[in-house]
């Protein structure tokens, strides 16, 4: 990584889950078991096929909640408040990290395919609460998820941020495909990552990665 590939950049957006927060903290545990509990309500099937239906509308729709919308109508308003209301205690707050974001120039937004009031918890959580600009969930990009090209359109264009002079930080590969396109530089945030046209870098240690960018 060099230094130089990150000049032009006056926005930087940051997922949120295992992105902000080690993956091994493990979140999401918590809120595929809510996740999972929700369907089986909500369509009035058993557990396992709840269970396969969350990862069948996860792999095809980009979240579970895109497939219960668009072939369920469910409303995602009592969706995202049953599934996000989990147990934080296990998140502690990072100095370090909110140092390293908060040096970076120009403007520093999360946006994440969870609700942005979950958003707010878990950057409390970690210490982080003042460094970010704006706090977008899927509500902002109409409940289109990650990786739809056309929800970050929508959050970008919300924001302001123009997508040439921007860099995405996701844990996820494939919601850096559209970034990409737009002209962000992309950083995959992930252990033991693979390499993939679509991302500029990669790093299993964010703070280290944005020390690094500020030499």
């Known amino acids: ?14 997922d ?3 992105t902000l927060y080690p993956p091994e903290v493990r979140l999401f545990d918590q809120i595929e078991a809510r996740m999972t509990a929700y369907v089986m309500d909500a369509l009035n099937v058993t557990e396992a096929a709840a269970n396969g239906l969350r990862k069948r509308y996860w792999a095809e729709f980009g979240t579970t909640l ?26 502690t707050p990072d100095p370090e990290l909110k140092a390293r974001i908060a040096v970076l120039p120009g403007r520093r937004i999360v946006y994440t395919n969870g609700s ?4 707010e918890r878990v950057i409390a959580a970690r210490g982080l609460s003042g460094v970010f600009d704006a706090v977008y969930g899927v509500e902002d990009a109409g409940f289109r998820p990650k990786p739809e090209r056309v929800a970050f359109e929508t959050v970008f264009a919300a924001d302001g941020l123009a997508p040439a002079s ?10 850096l495909t559209a970034p990409h396109a737009m002209g962000m530089r992309t950083v995959h945030v992930a252990p033991g990552a693979e390499p993939a046209p679509h991302i500029h870098h990669h790093t299993d240690n964010l703070s280290g990665f944005l020390a690094g960018l500020a030499g």
């Open 166 to 175: 921007g860099a995405m930080f996701e844990d996820d590969a494939r919601n």
């Open 66 to 91: 895109a497939g219960l919308m668009d072939l369920h109508g469910v409303d995602p308003a009592p969706y995202l408040a049953h599934v996000h209301e989990i147990d934080l205690s296990q998140l």
């Open 1 to 14: 990584m060099g230094r130089a590939d990150f000049d032009h950049v006056s926005g930087w957006v940051f």
């Open 116 to 119: 942005a009031a979950y958003a």
């Open 16 to 18: 949120l889950d295992n």
